[in-house]
């Protein structure tokens, strides 16, 4: 095949009969993708073949980012998918390559993160046999994928890999996986393009919402007196455009707006409706403003036991609107009093239309003593923190973070911990699909890939991953991959020498049996950066705190940061296990919180 | 449903006993490898109970089979199975049986029973009011076929357990609705 026939589709069926590796590269191609995250293996390689042959033909329209580890290439992708709206793809060899690849699978199904991810397999007349480095792919994955497929012949390849593309990145996205056994990669097919082949499953989501209940909401809404959004990351998911119609729908209200972690960015910080995070590490005035609302309006978040503390104490007097393009998570954890099922952006539209079609008002004397209140508890500064001349608050490691990265093109990933829920707090993002975290599975390990993943989708832009020294080394080979790839990531350290939030935990819950939360035998971070070829930084001074901060910014290659910070400092506010939103911990009450947690809130996780 | 208190969760201390109710499920599902196992598999990851399960391929040209499957929850938790059910992209329809009044809802049983003398002149009389059919028989056994509402065979089944009952096998539910309309 010459490279002319591979860039015009070729029609008669002849020029299009290609090896199941080969419809593999071209299905790529057809579906948009220029970057696939992945590491190779004997039952794949076949593919990574015919990847090879066409980079020889066409160049690197198709480039394969080489991972050190099969979870890295899982999250490179999902941070790639997160920052661009575009599905993120991963390619790994059978057995322990798609075993590896499982974490970030699940993380991806928890986050509604659109992927694809085709591991090798043995050839079909070995399936059963344990043959070497062979699992059950589809077996053990079909608890953590949206859909996954086992291709047991190549006619059906093309459909598959269109039909699971479509999947992953329609209604509630999520990860999908194709299993291809080696002799499928090596035997011909014909390929169809995406506009030729007819899906087998009766799959179709629903984005549009109902009319009539829609109506029914935005009457509610115009009626409330104490209104609140509560937004997550299914508005991300709906795109830029959802951000804005939120914006301009909350506007009209003039309600004030709290997010999910995976909601940040949709609702500006800076603009003064902005509450701040919701839940467990969420603002006091978010948490209050929830449990004293009249009307909820959830868009695209999932009432996360991380988000409702104990439910029966759960807003206790409002009535709830809830928007979904997930049916199942109307009704899930929390009841409601209208479910609508669709796309955040689509419902946040017609909303915005039934509330100029019946000439909707808010009632601005309820608003005004609904703020008056919202002010009150704003005015306890539940983020507020103490510093000083001897070390570094890692609160403040944040906050400068932000002020001296805040007018660039800037993304932030995280790592899981302490670290992730100061960067949640102090980082006030302003734009959607600016932030990456890893939020309902809660995966350590998950910052740097991801890092990695939205480098490469933006080239010239600040990407930093907030980590901590524990996290960090869960998925610290991928180091060498930034190198590689010269990707100017720059991972921001903050070190206590502590498993922070567990370490929290166990003086919540154990009477400070702190049970192996220390990070013994660290690493010197500064050394081992250099070992990979990246650069290090170290910084305990916090005179010094903001020239670093600007050295790491202003180095061209990748940055390995290592902020010592305080070491005994918790993470607050918090709503400890089995209280309700108006239960806080506060920093003031931050010395003995030992004592906060009752026996049976002991209990939960 | 609005006057159920709140499902139970991480944060939930008070483990609240609802009513349970039955409920039958009909799924059209496409036949393909591994069907079965992600409509089971969704059950146990989720903690539903499964009281009974049966599949077959019902539509060799449309490559479709039918799932019937009969579990038990609270209604807000048999709401969550359908939706569930809904969202796993091999299922092509979900049908809750039990709230439709059109549901039909047929079982078959074979009920092994052995005896002499009175018991064994009794056996085949209940067998003959329950309209249950003798597939085989020896000097001392029955092996009776019955199919109805799993009440019927419930109670076939506890009269034949003093009359020698030995083994029973049961399809579980099969469903479909009245009328001339399909699924």
């Known amino acids: 095949m010459t490279a002319s026939t591979t860039r015009s589709a070729p029609t008669d069926a002849a020029s299009r009969e290609m090896t199941g590796a080969e419809i593999v590269v071209q299905a790529l191609i057809d579906q948009g993708v220029s970057t696939l995250f992945g590491y190779p293996g004997g039952a794949v390689l076949p593919i990574y073949d015919a990847l090879f042959q066409d980079n020889e033909r066409n160049g690197d329209r198709l480039r394969h980012i080489l991972v050190r580890h099969e979870q890295g290439a899982t999250h490179a992708a999902e941070g790639y998918a997160r920052s661009t709206g575009k599905p993120g793809v991963v390619l790994v060899t059978s057995g322990p390559g798609a075993t590896n690849a499982i974490t970030g699978i699940v993380d991806a199904l928890m986050d509604s993160i659109p992927m694809v991810v085709f591991t090798g397999q043995v050839p079909t007349h070995l399936i059963g046999t344990d043959a070497f480095q062979e699992a059950d792919t589809v077996g053990i994955t079909r608890a953590c994928t949206k859909h996954n497929y086992l291709v047991k012949d190549v006619a059906d390849l093309p459909r598959i890999i269109h039909e699971a593309f479509h999947i992953a990145t329609s209604g509630r996205p999520g990860p999908v996986l194709i299993d291809i056994p080696k002799d499928v990669q090596f035997s011909k097919g014909v390929y169809q393009t995406p506009d030729e082949v007819s899906f087998s499953h009766g799959y179709a989501p629903r984005t549009k919402g109902d009319a009539g209940k829609i109506a029914e909401a935005a009457r509610m809404i115009a009626k409330a007196r104490r209104p609140i959004f509560y937004t997550g990351g299914g508005v991300i998911n709906a795109g830029p455009k959802a951000s804005e119609s939120l914006r301009a729908f909350a506007a009209m209200t003039g309600a004030p707006v709290t997010s999910t972690l995976m909601g940040l960015g949709a609702f500006p910080a800076a603009d003064p409706a902005w509450l701040g995070m919701l839940g467990m590490h969420g603002t006091f005035e978010a948490n209050h403003a929830m449990h004293d609302c009249d009307v909820m309006i959830c868009v695209g978040a999932r009432f996360d036991d991380r988000v409702t503390g104990r439910l029966d104490a759960f807003s206790p007097n409002s009535k709830k609107i809830h928007i979904d393009i997930d049916a199942s998570s109307i009704n899930k954890n929390v009841r409601v009093d209208i479910g609508i099922v669709g796309d955040a952006g689509s419902v946040l539209d017609d909303l915005i239309a039934a509330w100029k079609a019946e000439g909707l008002t808010a009632n601005r004397n309820a608003l005004d003593d609904w703020w008056r209140q919202i002010d009150g508890w704003r005015a306890r500064q539940c983020l507020s923190f103490r510093t000083n001349d001897t070390t570094i608050k890692p609160q403040q490691a944040i906050d400068r973070l932000y002020a001296l990265t805040k007018d660039r093109d800037t993304y932030i990933t995280t790592e899981v911990g302490q670290h992730q829920m100061w960067a949640a707090q102090h980082y006030r993002f302003q734009e959607p699909n600016r932030w990456m975290t890893s939020g309902g599975l809660g995966t350590m390990g998950y910052g740097m890939p991801a890092a990695i993943g939205v480098q490469l989708a933006h080239p010239g832009s600040l990407v930093i991953d907030i980590a901590g020294e524990a996290s960090i080394q869960m998925c610290i080979q991928e180091l060498s991959t930034a190198i590689q790839y010269d990707l100017p990531i720059k991972i921001f350290i903050l070190n206590n020498e502590w498993m922070g939030m567990v370490r929290q935990w166990q003086e919540l819950l154990h009477g400070q049996r702190y049970s192996h939360s220390y990070s013994e035998s660290l690493p010197d971070f500064v050394k081992l950066a250099e070992a990979y070829g990246a650069v290090g930084i170290r910084c305990s001074d916090p005179a010094e705190l903001d020239a670093k901060i600007l050295e790491m910014i202003d180095s061209p290659r990748p940055v390995v940061f290592d902020c010592r910070v305080e070491k005994n400092e918790n993470c607050l506010p918090m709503i400890p296990s089995g209280k309700a939103h108006n239960e806080m911990i506060l920093p003031e009450d931050g010395a003995d919180i030992g004592s906060v947690i009752d026996d049976a809130g002991r209990r939960l996780v | ?183």
């Open chain 2, 1 to 183: 449903m609005t006057t159920d208190p709140q499902p139970a969760s991480a944060y939930d201390l008070s483990h609240v006993d609802e009513t349970e109710n039955l409920a039958t499920f009909a799924l059209l599902v496409d036949n393909e490898a591994g069907v079965l196992h992600r409509v089971v598999g969704l059950f146990a990851a989720r903690g539903y109970n499964i009281e009974s399960l049966t599949v077959a391929e019902t539509d060799r040209k449309a490559h479709t089979s039918r799932i019937t499957i009969v579990t038990r929850g609270a209604p807000h938790v048999l709401d969550q199975i359908e939706a569930q059910l809904s969202k796993v992209i091999s299922v092509r329809r979900v049908h809750d049986v039990t709230r439709d009044p059109r549901g039909i809802e047929r079982e078959l049983a074979l009920v092994k029973v052995r005896g002499t003398g009175t018991d064994r002149v009794e056996a085949l009389r209940v067998s003959d009011i329950f309209r249950a059919k003798v597939v085989d028989t020896t000097s001392e056994s029955f092996v009776f076929e019955i199919t109805g509402a799993p009440s019927k065979i419930d109670s076939f089944v506890d009269l034949m357990r003093p009359l020698g009952l030995v083994e029973l096998s049961r399809t579980g539910v099969l469903s479909i609705e009245r009328g001339a309309e399909g699924m």
